[in-house]
């Protein structure tokens, strides 16, 4: 493969053990996620639609209106479910657990046709209409779950059959799409199998196959559009096309010379996920440089402050700059998701706190409130508001965000490193123990911290002898007043900072211990004025942790609350009902809606009174009593020079 300059890649999920705090998250994918996402694959009929042994059930779920249904996706669905149960195989072997997925496994090898081409859908139910859809029908998305799913499932348990099943998928790819004799100049239009191809590259050491993915990206918003010659070719009129535009599928400009980001969410993250994978492994400047543009584009002018992202419902996307509202956001768990594959591969050319602070903060508010406590319920879309109406489901009929936030957390052991030929980049703070590959010498690293609660990290170094490498530590943006030591010995964090890591090189020897201290005091965040749904408003943050106000905690008028400028923690407590989180308790007013009385409108405003109000990580909420919920609390008076 390619190897022009430093190239940093994650670690396999085996090579990372996570304790701690994401340890107890592990053992709730083990102990319930995992089973569940097949019990419910399986209650909502995918079994069925694979096993050629029975009949093929056809239509289970209408087509709708665009042309397609949401069946068309259950090879996805139960590709991520896979994938899921292979890093938690790693975690925690079950030997019944494993004979599941393996008869899935069985029963797609069965199911692929000769010359490789595999789809439950293209195959048993409208066998005649394969590849006449690339925009609408996501085959090559099924395809690219199904790849990911293959190389997690090699790496967890080595056995080969579903990587060779994907292997032969991809060999027919490759003769099916281009510009040869009789090929399709065609991409996908729910982009997935580029990030899917690069890790069969990988893990295969094929470069076809990255050869491939890098054919879909170049493709993709070409002239003429092929997604409007196919459609016409299959005698769809464009005018009928329900999203209007290809913005959609991020394929209305060929992707380097893409600015803004626009379409469906997790679609475009995806794909800046692809294009990452693939600035790494060729060295592409253009891409990197195109993504640096669409990264800053959505990240100041179009993101949460949880990292979630795509406001409206009706595209499951963006909208227009600084439109984040808060009661009816979106912001699909998918989305957050797919920000943190997409910002953990913008790291591959080198550590950078402008890349992993974000892939930080999607990842416990964005993505994780999408799983409760427990593994057992979801949330699809994720508000920064509720009355008390908003809960979590057991499924959902598209249920792409259960396993896929799954999978994340059963993974996260691979996005905490990434290693190149002389360097360890560290990315993510959490207990675990990382055996790892540097300079072709295996080393190993033991993270001892209570992270996110707490900001003290220790890190031992186990080499087999004196090793020389340099081992970068993300000091995030809001850790003000960091401090660093190496056995001991006080480092000057500013002096070693590089692009918002501290670079240590060194001959490292065995027993040597790093200690770092992240500062976590609570610290208002607030929003651009531009952002009108905030205006006046105050979101608090401790650490990583986004945090919210709760009716379980507090009275129902949460909007009534008012933070002062200056905020201090008059307490904290650990939650076991939460799985021992921290509460943090602050000195607030309060309006007085008791002593408003009958009016809806008055000449005065509500008289206030002291009051104490209890705050809790947004990503655990609605996992005790149901009640309201509140982001962006009210702020109190500020300096007119803020600055």
Same mark, same amino acid.
């Given at each position: ?10 670690? @396999?999920?085996?090579?990372? %053990? ?67 149960? +292979? ?15 393996? *008869?899935?496994?069985?029963?797609? *090898? ?26 609408? !029908? !996501? ?30 998928? @991809? ?18 239009? $729910? ?8 890790? =069969? ?29 196919? +459609? ?19 394929? $209305? ?32 400047? +253009? ?22 992202? #795509? ?5 499951? #996307? ?51 409130? &999408? ?12 508000? =920064?508001?509720?009355? &008390?109406?908003? $809960?979590?489901?057991?499924? $959902? ?15 996260? &052991? ?75 010995? @006080? ?35 607030? +929003?651009?004025?531009?952002? %009108? ?9 401790? #650490? ?5 106000? *709760? ?8 909007? @009534? ?9 008059? #307490? ?29 409108? %008055?000449? %005065? ?36 020079? &803020?600055?």
């Amino acid at each position: 493969m390619p190897n022009l300059e430093k190239q940093f890649r994650p670690p @396999a999920v085996p090579a990372v %053990r996570v304790d701690g705090y994401w340890g107890k998250w592990q053992d709730s994918i083990c102990n319930a996620t995992a089973g569940i996402l097949l019990d419910r694959c399986v209650e909502a009929g995918m079994l069925d639609a694979i096993d050629v042994r029975k009949p093929s059930p056809g239509v289970v779920i209408p087509i709708q209106p665009w042309g397609g249904t949401t069946q068309m996706f259950w090879d996805s669905d139960l590709a991520k479910s896979i994938e899921t149960i +292979a890093y938690a195989l790693y975690r925690k072997p079950d030997a019944t657990l494993e004979a599941r997925a393996d *008869e899935i496994i069985d029963m797609y *090898e069965r199911l692929q046709d000769d010359n490789g081409y595999l789809n439950a859908w293209f195959q048993r139910v409208q066998p005649d209409r394969r590849w006449t859809n690339l925009r609408d !029908h !996501h085959e090559l998305y099924c395809a690219g779950h199904l790849m990911e799913a293959a190389v997690a499932y090699y790496q967890a348990t080595g056995k080969r059959k579903l990587l060779d099943i994907m292997c032969r998928f @991809a060999d027919h790819m490759i003769t099916v799409f281009g510009h040869g004799e009789g090929q399709l100049p065609g991409y996908c239009g $729910h982009q997935e199998i580029e990030l899917a191809l690069v890790k =069969l590259a990988r893990v295969t050491g094929e470069k076809k196959y990255l050869d491939l993915s890098k054919y879909f990206i170049d493709e993709r918003g070409q002239e003429p559009n092929f997604f409007d010659a196919e +459609a016409v070719r299959d005698g769809r009129p464009l005018a009928d096309y329900i999203q209007k535009n290809n913005e959609y599928s991020q394929s $209305h400009q060929p992707v380097r010379d893409q600015k803004k980001v626009v379409g469906h969410a997790v679609r475009a993250m995806y794909m800046y996920s692809g294009m990452a994978d693939l600035a790494t492994e060729y060295n592409d400047d +253009a891409l990197t440089s195109a993504l640096e543009t669409l990264w800053d584009d959505v990240t100041t002018k179009q993101m949460y402050v949880t990292g979630g992202i #795509g406001p409206s419902a009706s595209n499951e #996307g963006f909208t227009d700059y600084y439109d984040l509202p808060n009661e009816t956001a979106y912001a699909e768990t998918c989305a957050s998701v797919a920000l943190v594959f997409w910002a953990s591969r913008m790291l591959g050319r080198g550590p950078n706190r402008r890349f992993a602070d974000i892939m930080e903060q999607a990842l416990y508010n964005g993505a994780l409130t &999408g799983l409760s406590l427990d593994g057992k319920t979801f949330f699809y879309d994720n508000p =920064l508001e509720s009355t &008390g109406k908003h $809960h979590r489901w057991k499924w $959902h009929h598209c249920p792409c965000c259960p396993p896929n936030i799954a999978r994340l957390v059963a993974s996260i &052991g691979s996005y905490m490193y990434a290693v190149a030929d002389d360097e360890v980049a560290v990315h993510l703070y959490g207990q675990n123990t990382a055996r790892l590959t540097v300079a072709g010498k295996d080393i190993e690293l033991r993270q001892q911290t209570s992270y996110p609660w707490d900001g003290a990290v220790s890190i031992e170094v186990d080499v087999a002898e004196p090793q020389a490498f340099a081992m970068s530590l993300r000091i995030p943006e809001w850790a003000i007043g960091a401090s660093l030591s190496v056995n001991g010995e @006080a480092v000057d964090v500013s002096g070693c900072l590089k692009d918002g890591y501290a670079r240590l090189e060194r001959t490292w020897q065995k027993g040597d211990r790093i200690l770092l201290d992240l500062p976590m005091s609570l610290r208002p965040q607030y +929003a651009n004025p531009k952002v %009108r749904q905030d205006a006046g408003r105050v979101a608090l943050m401790r #650490g990583p942790l986004v945090y919210c106000a *709760e009716e379980v905690d507090n009275d129902a008028d949460l909007n @009534a609350y008012v933070v002062p400028p200056s905020v201090s923690e008059a #307490g904290t407590e650990q939650i076991e009902a939460l799985g021992g989180a921290i509460a943090v308790d602050i000195e607030v007013a309060k309006e007085d809606i008791d002593g408003w009385g009958a009016a809806l409108y %008055r000449s %005065r405003p509500a008289a206030r009174h002291a009051a104490r109000l209890r705050l809790v990580p947004y990503h655990l909420w609605d996992n005790r009593d149901p009640g309201a919920m509140l982001v962006w609390l009210q702020a109190g008076d500020t300096q007119a020079n &803020g600055g």
